[in-house]
């Protein structure tokens, strides 16, 4: 068995979900592993991961509509304040959400389900650079 | 170290909390495996995992109803209303709870605390067939 | 490649987000490991885990007062009531979060950010002594 680990930088142009599967199917392919298990961390904690649809535009507008209204960016509601309105929804939406994932891997591809693809979800409105560590446990 | 991995199906009939704990053991048990890392994935985006308490059913009754009510199935709140009124409510409870556990293993057995059941959370009211990767890395 | 676990006690006194970044960092010097894959596991279905900044202690504060109102110890809402107003709530709160987290490891350190603390999430109200398991699989 053999460990490969790589730091993906993905940057983001305000809040949404981005779609980075490709970049981590890319990755894979480079190690050559066949088997394995694929582990995904955000080094984060104003940014997650989640894995959704990857067909309908609109279900990623209707995540993003669900999370806006579920916590809000509203000051009176927080006292972590100092770093704007947007920062400590972020933190919650990251507690709700995933730090980290972790994916088998077969024939050197994610055993993932033909409609699931693996998302960024960037709760800031400025631009950021965000840090994914890609970690793979492979077998012979 | 080994790797061993299987693609369980399991079928579900309607909304609601599929304890599934027994079938992944059964699995381990077939593995041999003494020590390890077990990791659980579904392969869908409108059905998803938790752990939770497998002694008193109204645990699971209370949870269903608050998802139920935490995201409601009402297709004023959405745009992706074209797979029916429990298909972006699946998509949206998927994304608050898990695609994806690993549970270490110890002497053959999910080192997992003597209350905790593994489910399947199924989000749509049609009965389906969930596919669930179980996936382990196996010490020597 | 070595496998490692432990078993951690983490003690509580009530509800609340207890940082546990240094045991869990303690414990992997111990093992004298320089790559791997660390996951961590609490065997509870009333308190769970999560990564959130740790920084300001009102990130901390605020976290708290969401999961309060989102999740609200109101016997009304449930009929598992029989352990207390808090149970309940506290198997919902860990069903939003996290029961299990791996972080991946590079020259004998978890790969996380710079703000990013691990936490036990405490939803009871009486102090516990909470399980939590370290498992470790080290590279050469």
């Given at each position: 068995m053999q460990m490969h680990s790589y730091r993906l930088?993905?940057?983001t142009r305000g809040k949404g979900l981005y779609d980075f599967t490709a970049?981590?199917?890319?990755w894979l392919d480079e190690t050559c592993a066949q088997n394995?298990?694929?582990t995904v961390f955000v080094q984060h904690t104003s940014a997650s991961l989640t894995i959704q649809e990857n067909a309908d535009p609109d279900v990623i507008h209707d995540i993003n509509t669900f999370f806006a209204r579920l916590v809000p960016e509203?000051?009176?509601?927080y006292?972590?304040?100092v770093e704007g309105p947007d920062d400590m929804p972020a933190h919650i939406r990251a507690?709700?959400?995933l730090t980290q994932l972790s994916i088998p891997v077969e024939s050197g591809r994610m055993m993932r389900g033909t409609w699931q693809g693996v998302y960024l979800f960037e709760y800031r409105?400025?631009?950021?650079r965000r840090s994914v560590v890609l970690h793979l446990i492979a077998g012979a």
């Open positions: 930088q993905i940057p970049q981590i199917a890319r394995g298990l694929l509203d000051n009176r509601l006292r972590h304040t507690a709700l959400t409105a400025v631009p950021h």
